[in-house]
């Protein structure tokens, strides 16, 4: 008798246990995302600026904002940045800029920043958590918003910063 109710003790516990495994919260697992489109919605995040601030994009809404994905070792990516200056001079408190450079450290970032004399917002994303809900095939990826939080506009790749440049404008112009 003694046997038979560790049997069904043990068997009750092991049945808790997976229901527990098998019925966790939703927000135990990452979401899945797909590609954006053109016409999609804002996918909010809130990160971490090289300055130690935090950023939502969400606070955002009512401006265009320009989203760039890219790190210090791509090539097309430090290409097209000295264009991101210029668009903030032009546009102003009608644009938000901000760039979310991908899986580099702190000190990395910072440097190529300060040694570039770039001044836009710089998020960290280290662990790639907010690349992924924006996932693509590479970078420089730039995403533009109009000022209800749709997407307007998607660029994978840049040429030099000059074309980017013209290019951005083309997609910001209608917005502003």
């Excluded at 046997?3 to 229901?19: S, Y």
């Excluded at 890219?70 to 901000?98: N, S």
Aim: hydrophobic residues 40%; proline residues 5%; negative net charge.
């Amino acid at each position: 008798m003694q046997r038979i109710k560790r049997v069904l003790i043990l068997f009750t516990v092991a049945a808790l246990c997976l229901l527990a495994v098998s019925c966790g919260s939703p927000s135990a697992e990452p979401e899945e995302y797909t590609a954006a489109e053109e016409g999609g919605e804002m996918r909010d995040f809130t990160g971490e600026t090289v300055s130690g601030e935090k950023f939502t994009l969400s606070d955002q809404k009512g401006k265009v904002i320009l989203l760039n994905f890219w790190a210090t070792w791509c090539g097309p990516c430090v290409g097209e940045l000295p264009a991101f200056p210029r668009l903030v001079e032009k546009y102003g408190d009608d644009l938000c800029l901000v760039t979310v450079n991908c899986g580099e450290d702190k000190e990395t970032v910072e440097s190529f920043l300060t040694e570039n004399g770039y001044a836009f917002t710089a998020l960290l994303d280290t662990d790639y958590a907010i690349s992924d809900i924006y996932p693509t095939d590479g970078i420089p990826y730039t995403l533009i918003f109009d000022r209800d939080g749709k997407i307007s506009h998607i660029q994978l790749g840049a040429g030099d910063a000059d074309e980017m440049f013209d290019m951005y404008c083309e997609a910001i112009d209608p917005l502003i």
